[in-house]
């Protein structure tokens, strides 16, 4: 497992951005499959982005497609998520997740991932 922080979350107005950025410890960061989900008030948690261990390939929930973008820096263990036109509903704390994978998928769901951060909250006010 790795050890994920995550960092960048705020409140902010509809419209505006926020990055978020997630920092992996260990030196087998290339190993993981990347990803950030959220949960709101009342709700499961639901994915949101994710990236391959090699970042050749992301894919997003239908709801931020377009809107967000996911990366990631190799040398700096670091992922990151770019949001832009936020919405009230996205509004949540949002977690980076770690899942250990030896080919290029992407899951999907929490439990293909076995590492997760503690979250940062993400306000957006209509």
């Known amino acids: 497992q790795v050890q994920l922080v995550e960092s960048g979350g705020g409140l902010v107005q509809a419209g505006a951005s926020l990055r978020l950025s997630c920092t992996a410890s260990?030196?087998?960061?290339?190993?993981?499959?990347m990803g950030w989900f959220r949960q709101a008030p009342g709700k499961e948690r639901e994915f949101v982005a994710g990236?391959?261990?090699?970042?050749?390939?992301?894919t997003y929930a239908a709801s931020v497609k377009g809107r967000f973008a996911i990366s990631r820096d190799a040398a700096k263990n670091t992922v990151s998520l770019q949001m832009n036109s936020l919405k009230p509903e996205d509004t949540a704390v949002y977690y980076c997740?770690?899942?250990?994978?030896?080919?290029?998928?992407?899951?999907?769901?929490?439990?293909?991932?076995?590492?997760w951060g503690q979250g940062t909250q993400v306000t957006v006010s209509s």
């Open positions: 997740a770690a899942g250990f994978e030896y080919g290029t998928v992407i899951r999907l769901t929490t439990n293909g991932y076995d590492s």
């Open positions: 260990g030196r087998t960061f290339s190993r993981y499959t």
């Open positions: 990236i391959s261990r090699t970042g050749g390939s992301t």
